[in-house]
Each structure stands twice: as structure tokens, then as C-alpha cells.
């Protein structure tokens, strides 16, 4: 057995303190994320969360990767391509928005009975979001854990130990966690393929690597790549730089390596498209015309509310509209996202230390990959912006520079001890306290936003939970409801709703006449608390939500014919809800089939 001097030498400067340390990360990040979402946590905010958690939660009852969100446009692209099957009209719609992968990682982790998605009056949490938030924060923590080993490969441990640091801390990261976001699962999977392709570029050169150790780490790329575009769509324009990197730094092999990591691509993306293309002709489905969205002939979610487009108008989208558009969002990107990349001012190292040269291969090589990446990912954001990003700055599917936040970090840290050790500082635990100090102040967003006051535990206006799971309780399970939050409906209030058409006139009555009777029409701040003069009154001539809404308010009355005239008054006058009968003075009401 160790004596007691060499048990007090081990934990004091031996192999102890090291294990000191670890249990301290973790020991602050455990109390980091009870304090965070304790004293932070909202029920979601963002559309796409509470859209991809209602097709998880359809695909683990066995319902397959159907929606109970309906966007008039998916009813249009799924007629044109089928229209002799109403049946896919009227019953479990396919899902045409989400990538996969996520949403079926949300239906096996909605598989555990501990999921409860009942709700009362005097709830203020859901608890499947806090769940959701849960498994999300093991990506954050394993986004952690893999960007310091990376880091420490290929730097030494103070740049990891720095970096890891500043991720813990970071405001941005942590409201990625409890978005319900794929964010940091994506992250995570970029993670992964940078590994691979260092991996690769350092075996160049080691003599004892054989072809097949080369084609094993090229397969995975590709299937990395993959992957992540199975999460994101717009991940998969990442093959492009890792082709590239591939056919710079690998020799010989290049030409092997290429055809392996784009078959192993192909194999793991083309099932997902062929169904796709099957269920709508779109490849990526709805997804698939985002450039189109956000320009001057469809601006804002003007195309998903659409039931029948004009695509000979549509493809009158000519070139100067997309670089207009391509112009202006990326003029925003280097305007605010840039200097401010991740949300700390560690990211303004790696501007500066772009001048910087690296003695060794791989850092130079990997910068120029990183610098590929984010130049291709600035006009592939441009381009892709929708309504989402204006509805939720930062915070959205759409923010695909904060992907690359880890390996931003690691060069910003590599400079900043560069620059450090130049200092010649009069005691050697300088360097460690002034690298601490760094990190404190790197991670001060986030300490601001942990000191009172407390958040308001729910997103209202115009997310309630238990009030729109209390609605769609009053309706059956096939009866269809209207709303201009359909995710939301779809997602508390467990009953299929189509997005808000852009007019009564026409499309309403299409949809309730032709395709499936509207049961419901439920109105929420998202429309009530438009600019009222430009969005609410101007756009009545073409789009007469505004003026049916002014009626009902001013005149307490609905049009002639329209079918839905009983008002539950309870809301009003923050939110409409309109219904065929007075269902809240029913025995049953709010015992709806869940």
C-alpha cells in the first residue's frame, strides 16, 4: 500500500490534480445547468422546435414522419405530384419541413414512460420540453468534451482547457440548449467530421497507414457529412470543402478518398430524397424553396401560406432578386454576426489571427478548411434566410455560423497565448490567473444573464401552453384546426392545424370545402400585433385577415357566410378563437382524445 507522503504527493501535484480539475469542470458545469434552467427556462419560442418535436412525437406513437403542422403549400406540392390520392390530403399529412434525424433521435428518447404531455392551469413548465432541453444539453456537454480533445491534439491543454472554458460560458450556446434547436447535436456532427479530416491529413504523413485505414476515415466523413444534412439541409453543402480539403492534402489517394466520401454521402442522404421526391417532386420539400422566400415577390412566409401558387410568377424570380437578397442578408452577416461570432470577443483573435503563420501543416491547412467553411456557409445563410430569422435573431435553424463556433474559439485561444507568453511577467502564475481572467470575461454575457431577475418561465405572448392544449382538448382528434401557430397548436395542443392562408375568401374556403372542413379558427398576437398600418390595414386589400379581424373586434360579428361564428370571449381581445359551436359549454369540454 502508498505510504501517506505519496498519497499526499499524488493528489497535491501528481496524477490528483488532475482528477481535481476534471471534477471541477464538472462539478460547475452540473451547477451551471441546474442554476441555468431553473433561472432561465422558457418554454419554446421557436417554430421549428415545436414543429420537429410534434413529428417525433407522431413517429413514436407509429404514425411515421407525418405532421399535424399543415402548411397549405405541403397540401399543394403533395395534390400536384398525387393527384388522384386524397387520402394524404385528409389523413396523417407527410411531414414535408424537417430533416429526419433529429426528430426521430426526439421520438426513440419519447419512447421513455417517464413522458407525460398533459398539462394543468397551474403548470408553468411542459415537462417533454424539459426533457427535450435535457438530451440537447448531453450534446452541448459532448460539443464540449469533443471540441477539447480536438483542441488538445492539435494545440496543447491551455487552448483546450481555455476553449472548453469559454464554450461552458457561453450565453449563445446555453440558449441553444434550451431552444429545442438541432443546433448543438449539429455542431457536434461538424465536430466530428473535422476530426476525420485531420486525421486523415496527418496520416499523409505516417508511413504505416494503409489504403484501407485512408478509405475507412473517408467513408466516415461522408456519412458525417450525411448525417448533418440530414439534421440541417443546409449542412450538406459541406461536402464542397471537405472535397476540397480532400483533394489538397491527401496525395495520391486524393482521387479514392473523393469517390468514397461522396458515395458514403449519397447512400446516407438519398433514401430521405427519394421519398421526397416521391411524396412532393421537391427533393428537400418545402425546405427546398427557402431562396425563393424573404424576396420582394414573396416576402415573409408568404409561400408556406400560399394554397395555390403561381409558379409561372414564381420562376419570374429572376437573378437580380436572388443576389438582392444575397446581398443584403450577407451585408447583415458581416455587419453583426462576424465581429461578434459566438457571442464572445475571444472570436476577434481569430480575425486577427488570420495574419498569424503556423509551423505546423495541419493548423494552416485546417484554418484555410475553417475559412472555406464560413465564406460557403455566409452565402448559403444569405441565400436560405426566411421569416424565421427575423421572427427569432440568432436563435434559429438558420444561424449556421455558430457551427463553426468550437474551432473559432480553439484558433482565437491559440493567439491569445501566443500572445501572452511574448509577455514577460514577473511571476509564472500570472499566465494562469490572467488566462482565467480571460475566460471570465469571455463568459460574461452569460454571468449577466444568471443575475436577477429571474426570466418569466413562459413565452406569452403568444405561447401558452395549458390555454392551446385546453383548446385543442375541446375538438376531436381528425378535427382540423386554423391557426397562425400551427406548430404550436400541433405540438401543446395535440390536434392537427393548418397555417393561417393568406385570405378568407378563397383559400379558407378551398381548404374547408374541398380538402377538409375548418373546425377552428384561432387567431394569436403573431397576427393581432402586426404594424397596423403597413401589415394590418394596406394589406386587407389583397390578404383580408385584417379586415375580418376589425370586424370581429369593432363589430363583434363575422362575415356573411362565414362558417365558424361562435366566439369564445375568454380571449379576447389579445387572440381570436372562432368555432362552429359553443364547445366550452359542452359536459366534455377540455376531455378531448389526446
Known amino acids: ?69 399543415i402548411r397549405p403549400f405541403s397540401l399543394y406540392l403533395i395534390k400536384q ?32 414512460p417517464v413522458f407525460n404531455f398533459s398539462l394543468q392551469n397551474t403548470d408553468f413548465r411542459y415537462q417533454p420540453e424539459l ?57 457536434v456532427i461538424g465536430l466530428g467530421v473535422t476530426w476525420c479530416l485531420v486525421r486523415i491529413e496527418q496520416g499523409t504523413r505516417e508511413d504505416h497507414r494503409s489504403p484501407r485505414w485512408f478509405i475507412l476515415w473517408a467513408v466516415a466523413v461522408g456519412v458525417l457529412v450525411g448525417l448533418g444534412a440530414l439534421t440541417r439541409y443546409s449542412f450538406a453543402w459541406m461536402i464542397l470543402p471537405v472535397v476540397a480539403f480532400l483533394a489538397l492534402y491527401t496525395g495520391p489517394r486524393r482521387a479514392a478518398l473523393i469517390i468514397a466520401a461522396i458515395i458514403a454521402f449519397l447512400v446516407v442522404m438519398s433514401p430521405w430524397l427519394i421519398r421526397n421526391y416521391q411524396l412532393s417532386g421537391a427533393l428537400f420539400g418545402t425546405a427546398g424553396f427557402a431562396t425563393m422566400q424573404d424576396t420582394p415577390r414573396l416576402p415573409g412566409n408568404t409561400l408556406e401560406r400560399l394554397l395555390k401558387p403561381d409558379f409561372n410568377q414564381l420562376h419570374q424570380t429572376g437573378f437580380s432578386d436572388y443576389l438582392r437578397k444575397l446581398l443584403v442578408n450577407a451585408s447583415q452577416v458581416f455587419q453583426n454576426d462576424l465581429p461578434r461570432f459566438g457571442g464572445t470577443w475571444l472570436s476577434a483573435f481569430f480575425l486577427v489571427g488570420l495574419l498569424v503563420p503556423f509551423k505546423n501543416p495541419t493548423l494552416g491547412r485546417l484554418r484555410l478548411f475553417l475559412l472555406a467553411s464560413i465564406g460557403l456557409m455566409i452565402g448559403v445563410q444569405a441565400l436560405g434566410r426566411t ?120 383559400d379558407f374556403y378551398a381548404i374547408n370545402d374541398f380538402i377538409r372542413p375548418v373546425n377552428a379558427l384561432y387567431i394569436t398576437q403573431l397576427t393581432m400585433d402586426t404594424h397596423f398600418q403597413s401589415q394590418f390595414v394596406e394589406q386587407t386589400k389583397t390578404a383580408p385577415w385584417g379586415r375580418f379581424i376589425l370586424e370581429v373586434l369593432l363589430k363583434h360579428s363575422v362575415p356573411t357566410g362565414f362558417p365558424l361564428k361562435n366566439a369564445w370571449s375568454n380571449v379576447l381581445p389579445d387572440q381570436i378563437f372562432l368555432t362552429d359551436w359553443e364547445r366550452w359549454n359542452s359536459p366534455s369540454a377540455g376531455i378531448g382524445k389526446k
Not at 452540473?30 to 419554446?44: A, M, Q
Not at 460539443?143 to 472554458?165: E, H, N, P, Q, Y
Not at 392551446?468 to 378535427?479: A, D, N
Open 131 to 187: 426533457l427535450i432541453m435535457v438530451f440537447n444539453q448531453l450534446w452541448f456537454l459532448a460539443a464540449i468534451l469533443l471540441a477539447f480533445f480536438l483542441t488538445k491534439r492539435l494545440f496543447d491543454a491551455s487552448v483546450a482547457w481555455l476553449t472548453a472554458g469559454v464554450m461552458i460560458g457561453s450565453d449563445l450556446l446555453w440558449r441553444f440548449s434550451v431552444s429545442g434547436l438541432s443546433t448543438l447535436m449539429l455542431m
Open 1 to 69: 500500500m502508498p505510504g501517506l507522503q505519496e498519497l499526499i504527493h499524488k493528489w497535491d501535484v501528481g496524477e490528483g490534480t488532475k482528477i481535481i480539475k476534471k471534477a471541477a469542470l464538472g462539478l460547475v458545469l452540473l451547477t451551471l445547468v441546474i442554476w441555468y434552467d431553473f433561472h432561465e427556462y422558457k418554454n419554446f419560442t421557436c417554430a421549428e422546435a415545436m414543429d420537429a418535436a410534434q413529428v417525433a412525437r407522431n413517429l413514436s406513437a407509429g404514425r411515421g414522419f407525418t405532421t399535424d403542422c
Open 387 to 506: 421569416h424565421l430569422s427575423t421572427d427569432i435573431p440568432e436563435i434559429n435553424s438558420e444561424n449556421l455560423l455558430v457551427l463553426f463556433m468550437p474551432l473559432v474559439l480553439a484558433f482565437g485561444a491559440c493567439l491569445f497565448f501566443l500572445l501572452l507568453d511574448r509577455l514577460e511577467l514577473p511571476l509564472p502564475q500570472l499566465r494562469q490567473w490572467l488566462s482565467t481572467a480571460a475566460g471570465l470575461l469571455a463568459c460574461a454575457p452569460l454571468l449577466f444573464t444568471l443575475l436577477p431577475p429571474r426570466s418569466y418561465a413562459m413565452a406569452y405572448p403568444p405561447y401558452h401552453p395549458w390555454l392551446v392544449q385546453h383548446l385543442g382538448g375541446w375538438y376531436k382528434e381528425k378535427e382540423l384546426i386554423m391557426s397562425d401557430m400551427p406548430w404550436a397548436m400541433a405540438w401543446y395542443g395535440h390536434r392537427p392545424c393548418v397555417w393561417l392562408t393568406l385570405d378568407y375568401k378563397n
Open 81 to 112: 405530384q398525387h393527384p388522384d390520392e386524397p387520402k394524404l390530403l385528409l389523413e396523417n399529412p407527410p411531414d414535408l419541413t424537417n430533416p429526419p434525424l433529429y426528430p426521430l433521435l426526439l421520438a426513440g428518447l419519447m419512447k421513455l
